[in-house]
């Protein structure tokens, strides 16, 4: 199932793949891999806090991107998503899969959102996945993406990941995957 959480992310990216791109919440490096081997001239970074109930690690991940290749192409780095260490406008794209509900720094998520779009170059493109759905915290969806628009996001819009076939009928409760959703767009 998370092979195709990711490949479903990855496929809703509008991107010619040349450039920089962040992964935010990288865990073992392997979105951040599928980025890099779906797009052959992207430089990807990805970010993460490792540790507390996570086994993963940066040296994991570099491991990781070696066994499959494109070690050359991928760095990896311990930062908060709360807080990421990069100039605005950084990025031509930014991805996160299922991570700023973990963020426990940071009660409110939308923030989250704001930080990750900041990085974003103006025209880059972003796919950042997580319990959107779950209105107790991120609140209203509509609100959410009047509030992206706001921040000068060129196009966005909302998939509700939590209605395809891919996910097992006995995840899509709404306290498993039943609030997964997507936002995605350009800057």
């Known amino acids: 199932m998370q092979g195709a959480i990711w490949t479903f992310l990855l496929d809703h990216l509008d991107w010619d793949g040349r450039g920089d791109a962040l992964d935010i919440g990288c865990?073992?490096?392997?979105?951040?891999?599928?980025?890099?081997?779906?797009?052959s001239d992207a430089e990807v970074v990805g970010i993460d806090s490792w540790g507390g109930n996570?086994?993963?690690?940066?040296?994991l991940c570099e491991?990781?991107?070696l066994i499959e290749g494109v070690g050359d192409r991928l760095t990896f780095q311990?930062?908060?998503?709360?807080?990421?260490p990069f100039p605005d406008e950084s990025f031509d794209v930014v991805v996160s899969n299922l991570v700023f509900h973990e963020v426990k720094e940071v009660s409110e998520k939308q923030s989250l959102v704001r930080e990750a779009l900041r990085v974003l170059k103006s025209g880059g493109r972003f796919a950042i996945q997580d319990l959107f759905l779950f209105k107790q915290v991120y609140g209203d969806m509509d609100v959410l993406l009047g509030a992206i628009r706001g921040w000068g996001i060129t196009k966005v819009e909302f998939v509700e990941t939590r209605r395809e076939t891919f996910l097992p009928q006995a995840l899509k409760l709404p306290f498993m995957v039943g609030t997964?959703?997507?936002?995605?767009?350009?800057?």
Request: no cysteine; proline share 0%; aromatic share 8%.
């Open 63 to 65: 491991r990781n991107a």
């Open 78 to 84: 311990k930062a908060s998503a709360a807080s990421l």
């Open 27 to 39: 865990g073992s490096g392997a979105l951040s891999i599928r980025l890099a081997k779906k797009f």
């Open 180 to 187: 997964l959703g997507m936002i995605v767009g350009v800057k």
């Open 54 to 59: 996570w086994e993963y690690s940066k040296a």
